[in-house]
């Protein structure tokens, strides 16, 4: 059985940091590229950043891009997207993602990923 679980979401001031995890389980991790994407009520569902499976390269969001690093430890099953930065429009639902890695992909949309976590929240207040 595939799981993605989420975990580091909380509540944190603008300017402050987070770090956020995703344990995966189920499948062959090194085989799959992993995205984070956020959902912020009344809005869809948008792309923050993706990995590729080798952790060589790596995609941001414009709005997040010089604030969020995303990285994995293919030893632990693991992706993280440390926010550091933080500004109350970060407020969100983070989610992860993973899907197949291949060649071709752009990895920012959602319909790319099959498999998604449930979600953790991530408040900034300001």
């Given at each position: 059985q595939v799981q993605l679980v989420e975990?580091?979401?909380?509540?944190?001031?603008?300017?402050?940091?987070?770090?956020?995890?995703?344990?995966?389980?189920?499948?062959?991790?090194a085989?799959?590229?992993?995205?984070?994407?956020?959902?912020?009520?009344?809005?869809?569902?948008e792309f923050v950043a993706a990995i590729r499976w080798s952790g060589t390269f790596t995609d941001y969001a414009e709005s997040v891009k010089g604030r969020f690093t995303i990285s994995?430890?293919?030893?632990?099953?693991?992706?993280?997207?440390?926010?550091?930065?933080l500004k109350p429009e970060d407020t969100a639902a983070y989610y992860c993602a993973a899907t197949v890695d291949r060649r071709g992909r752009s990895y920012s949309q959602t319909y790319e990923y099959s498999l998604w976590g449930p979600g953790t929240q991530v408040t900034v207040s300001s």
């Amino acid at each position: 059985q595939v799981q993605l679980v989420e975990s580091g979401g909380g509540l944190v001031q603008a300017g402050g940091s987070l770090r956020l995890s995703c344990a995966v389980s189920g499948l062959t991790f090194a085989s799959y590229a992993m995205g984070w994407f956020r959902q912020a009520p009344g809005k869809e569902r948008e792309f923050v950043a993706a990995i590729r499976w080798s952790g060589t390269f790596t995609d941001y969001a414009e709005s997040v891009k010089g604030r969020f690093t995303i990285s994995r430890d293919n030893t632990e099953n693991t992706v993280y997207l440390q926010m550091n930065s933080l500004k109350p429009e970060d407020t969100a639902a983070y989610y992860c993602a993973a899907t197949v890695d291949r060649r071709g992909r752009s990895y920012s949309q959602t319909y790319e990923y099959s498999l998604w976590g449930p979600g953790t929240q991530v408040t900034v207040s300001s």
